[in-house]
T-cell receptor, first 109, second 120 residues
Framework: GQNIDQPTEMTATEGAIVQINCTYQ??????LFWYQQHAGEAPTFLSY??LDGLEEKGRFSSFLSRSKGYSYLLLKELQMKDSASYLC??????????WGAGTKLIIKP | GAVVSQHPSRVICKSGTSVKIECRSL??????MFWYRQFPKQSLMLMAT?????????EQGVEKDKFLINHASLTLSTLTVTSAHPEDSSFYIC????????????????FGPGTRLTVT
């Protein structure tokens, strides 16, 4: 079956760095997405990886290892506004997104 | 670019009535739109995939006679919750996929702001 695993909740300190991990099992693979979702709002796109390696976008970076079925989202210089849920989603062979349950990130001052 | 709107943002209706939610891609053509439902503290659950001009593809367990989807144009899809019940209360989110303009990441889904449905 298809499955996405990510931690339910993480806590980090303002100004620090946090890494949110995601493992996936899908029927075929066409890329890995990370979305940010604030409470009561729709998800917003953060990153897309389809090749192995690290993609950096400002304070956020995303890494993919296709052989390991593994990705992580790295958030640097954490700000209070980064408190949100982070959703990992893998695209299968039918270009359908398989969603993880999301990781709730709590930032403490 | 790539903005998706949803209307209404919030709706409260009585049990047994029907509610229509609109999803529009404002600055691009969306051949494919997706309808999701999200219960509190849970992840997105795909309900159906809607392709312009054809019937929607529903996920297992989603009643197509209860959740009517119409994708009549390249910029508009509607979800109608028929004979709504309190258990249908949820956050409904649509997204659209733009394969046409070559900008951004291929197959990226652009999400609407969501519709909070409360059935009393």
């Amino acid at each position: 079956g298809q499955n996405i695993d990510q931690p339910t909740e993480m806590t980090a300190t303002e100004g620090a760095i946090v890494q949110i991990n995601c493992t996936y099992q899908t029927s075929g693979f066409n890329g890995l997405f990370w979305y940010q979702q604030h409470a009561g709002e729709a998800p917003t796109f953060l990153s897309y990886n389809v090749l192995d390696g690290l993609e950096e976008k400002g304070r956020f970076s995303s890494f993919l290892s296709r052989s390991k079925g593994y990705s992580y989202l790295l958030l640097k210089e954490l700000q209070m506004k980064d408190s949100a849920s982070y959703l990992c989603a893998a695209m299968d062979s039918n270009y359908q997104l398989i969603w993880g349950a999301g990781t709730k990130l709590i930032i403490k001052p | 670019g790539a903005v998706v709107s949803q209307h209404p943002s919030r709706v409260i209706c009585k049990s047994g009535t029907s509610v229509k939610i609109e999803c529009r891609s404002l600055d691009f053509q969306a051949t494919t739109m997706f309808w999701y439902r999200q219960f509190p503290k849970q992840s997105l659950m795909l309900m159906a995939t809607s392709n312009e001009g054809s019937k929607a593809t529903y996920e297992q367990g989603v009643e197509k006679d209860k959740f009517l989807i119409n994708h009549a144009s390249l910029t508009l899809s509607t979800l109608t919750v028929t004979s709504a019940h309190p258990e249908d209360s949820s956050f409904y989110i649509c997204s659209a996929r733009d394969l046409g303009d070559g900008t951004g990441d291929l197959y990226e889904q652009y999400f609407g702001p969501g519709t909070r449905l409360t059935v009393t």
